[in-house]
Structure formats: structure tokens, C-alpha cells
């Protein structure tokens, strides 16, 4: 089977792990700080902050904004869970946005749902595609609002070079399936030195000095082992990126099925494609359910990234929300994606195109 991703480590990761193990280092160590320094520097921001996971960076990144309760945030519900998930830890109010053709919240309707509550907008760049950050910062101005993005699939994505991460307070995954690994882990990314100072110490139990805790923490740090693999896959990140582009252009140029939706990039954005998404529409002759069976005989997985909005997940029903927004209902039924990853041959690729297209 070709699968739907695959985490690409070498010899070098191994070495690295080794060298951490005999260092006597296992927990934060001096890798953690390196790797902090030089993830940073890579998205163009003064300070980054690592941690167990993306959504213990992103939880933290909430509280050191002072994000809790009868806060209400402005988010996606077309994506995986975390970010909403954090807002109710947090005592927050999600309120959800529908999103537009690139996945991504729709910044035309953010406005309309502000209210006086309202303390922060949480975009996704969801697939690896930036959200419209020009937009969204904008509105954040007009209404002196955070913003937190969530870049957790988007680790190298940018507009107009900038990288996402750096527009607002950035949270970054480094789970098996993202773009880059550490195992678990998570970083966050910022300007703000206050927001940098204050998650650190809600990584740690609220410990500046050993045992003087200042304020209530919790234990979200990112072992030296995990940064020692982060440090060797950051080197190879852009690497990895370049392949991923490389292998839609080849979907996009010859995926040729009436009824099937391609992905599209706006001039000046770079999409790093954790997913490759494309959306099977009433004109394609076969349903997706159809295409998915099809893939699997030929040995293909391909997966339904995200098949319920938010919403509609048992928790949020529990909480009483009812929305029902048009393009996240229509687009959940319609979405597959592909298999994308930076460890496809060209025979994989040429496969995956011509399967779909014999449909
Ligand atoms: C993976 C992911 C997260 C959470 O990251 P973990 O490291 O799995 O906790 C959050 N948001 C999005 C959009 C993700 O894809």
C-alpha cells in the first residue's frame, strides 16, 4: 500500500538520538534551547518556545495571552480538532466561521461575528495552505484582537515570503504525519517577549528558578531527545517541502477528471501540502466513496481530512451548538486527500494520476 504519509528519518536523526542518550540530557536539555534558536530563525521571529505537542502549544499559547473564561474566539470548523479543543480547556467560547474554497476560514465573515466578547481570531492554515493573513490582521487591528494562527500543518508556509507563524503567535505539531517529526512535540512562535516569558513558564510548572513557582503550570515540555531529531529534521524541512510541491505539480498538471476539484495557489502564497485535497463534486461520475474503493484496490490509501466540521463532534453537540455553515457542510462530503509525502516515487505519482483519471 502506498500510505497517506510517511515520517522520513535517516542516519541522521539516529545519530543525533545516540548522541542525546549519552549526554545524560533526556529531559530539557541543551538541545531543546538549539532547537528553539534555530526554529526561530527559520520562521523570522524573535522567540520560539517548545513543547510536548501542538496542542499543548497551542493551549499555552492561549493562557499567555490571558485567553479564558467568557473569551470568545473566532476559528475554523473544518479541521482537525485541537484548536477548538484548546478553547474549551481554556474556558473560551469557539465560535465558528465558514470557510472558503481554499479550506481555510473565510476572513469576508469574520466580522459579522464579533461581538464585545470576542478576544482573539484562531485561523488554521489547514492542508499546509496559508490562511489570508493580510486580512485577518487587519480586522485583528481594527478590533484589538490576538491572534493565534495554528500552523501545525504549515511549517515553511508563507505569503509573500513571510512565513506563517509570524504574523500573529504561532503554534506548530511535529507529530509523525506533519511536514516534520519529533515524535511528539510542538513549538511556539512570537514577537511578544511577555507571551515568550509567560509560556515558559506555563511549560514548566510556572518555574523561573527551581522549586519558586509563580504561577499555576503545567508539565508541556518537549524532551531533549525529541529536539535532538526536530534540530536534523529542520535541516531537511525545505528539502521535503520542495518534494511535496514537486509532486502536485505533477497531480495538477495531470489529474484531468471532469468533476474533480484541484488545489489552487494564490499568486505570492507557498502551500507546503501536508494534504493534497481535492474535492469530488456531483459532476464526477463517480462518488467518492466510489474513488476511495477504486484507490484501495490499487493499492492506494487515501483519506477523508475532515469528514465532520467541529460542530457537529459529540462534545460540541453536548454544549449545544447547532450550526450548520453551507461550504463546511458541502465541503466535507466532498474532500479526499491524496497521498503526498516527500518518500513517493515517480512511479507512485504517475500511478495515483492515472488511476484517477481512468474514472
Ligand atoms: C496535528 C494538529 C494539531 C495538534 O497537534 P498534536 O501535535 O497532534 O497535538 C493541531 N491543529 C492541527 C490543524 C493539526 O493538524
Known amino acids: 500500500m502506498i500510505p497517506i504519509s510517511k515520517p522520513v528519518l535517516g542516519k541522521e536523526e539516529k545519530r543525533a538520538v545516540l548522541k542525546v542518550l549519552d549526554s545524560g540530557f533526556l529531559a530539557q536539555g541543551p538541545k531543546i534551547e538549539e532547537f528553539e534558536k534555530k526554529f526561530a530563525k527559520y520562521i523570522g521571529v524573535k522567540y520560539a518556545i517548545a513543547t510536548s505537542s501542538g496542542t499543548t502549544a497551542l493551549h499555552i499559547a492561549l493562557l499567555a495571552h490571558e485567553i479564558g473564561k467568557g473569551d470568545e474566539v473566532i476559528t475554523t470548523p473544518f479541521t482537525f480538532i485541537a484548536p477548538s479543543n484548546v478553547l474549551l480547556y481554556c474556558g473560551a467560547k469557539p465560535v465558528f466561521v465558514d470557510i472558503g474554497e481554499d479550506f481555510n476560514i473565510n476572513p469576508d465573515l469574520i466580522e459579522g461575528r464579533i461581538t464585545k466578547k470576542t478576544k482573539a481570531i484562531l485561523p488554521v492554515h489547514l492542508f499546509g495552505y496559508p490562511a489570508d493573513m493580510a486580512k485577518i490582521m487587519k480586522i485583528a487591528k481594527k478590533y484589538h484582537l490576538v491572534v493565534i494562527e495554528d500552523a501545525c500543518q504549515a511549517h515553511g508556509a508563507s505569503i509573500q515570503r513571510r512565513k506563517v507563524g509570524s504574523f500573529g503567535t504561532g503554534c506548530f505539531s511535529f507529530y509523525p504525519t506533519k511536514n516534520m517529526t519529533t515524535g511528539e512535540g510542538g513549538m511556539i512562535t512570537t514577537n511578544n517577549r511577555k507571551v515568550a516569558e ?58 484531468k477528471t471532469s468533476g474533480i476539484i484541484l488545489p489552487r ?95
Open 265 to 359: 495557489v494564490k499568486k505570492g502564497y507557498r502551500h507546503v501540502f501536508h494534504q493534497y485535497t481535492i474535492r469530488i463534486t456531483d459532476q464526477c461520475s463517480k462518488s467518492r466513496e466510489g474513488l476511495i474503493k477504486i484507490l484501495n484496490e490499487n493499492g492506494i490509501c487515501s483519506v477523508i481530512y475532515y469528514p465532520i466540521p467541529v460542530y457537529r463532534q459529540k462534545p460540541y453537540l453536548k454544549l449545544g451548538y447547532k450550526e450548520c455553515l453551507p461550504i463546511t457542510e458541502k465541503y466535507s462530503k466532498e474532500v479526499l486527500s491524496l497521498p503526498v509525502h516527500p518518500f513517493l516515487t515517480q512511479k507512485d505519482i504517475r500511478k495515483i494520476a492515472s488511476i484517477i483519471n481512468s474514472i
Open 198 to 255: 509567560k509560556a515558559k513558564l506555563l511549560r514548566n510548572h510556572g518555574m523561573k528558578i527551581r522549586y519558586y513557582h509563580d504561577i499555576l503550570g503545567f508539565n508541556f515540555r518537549m524532551t531533549d531527545i525529541s529536539a535532538a531529531i526536530g534540530l536534523e529534521q529542520l535541516k531537511k524541512l525545505e528539502k521535503f517541502n520542495q518534494k511535496r510541491i514537486s509532486n502536485v505539480n505533477y497531480f495538477n498538471k495531470n489529474i
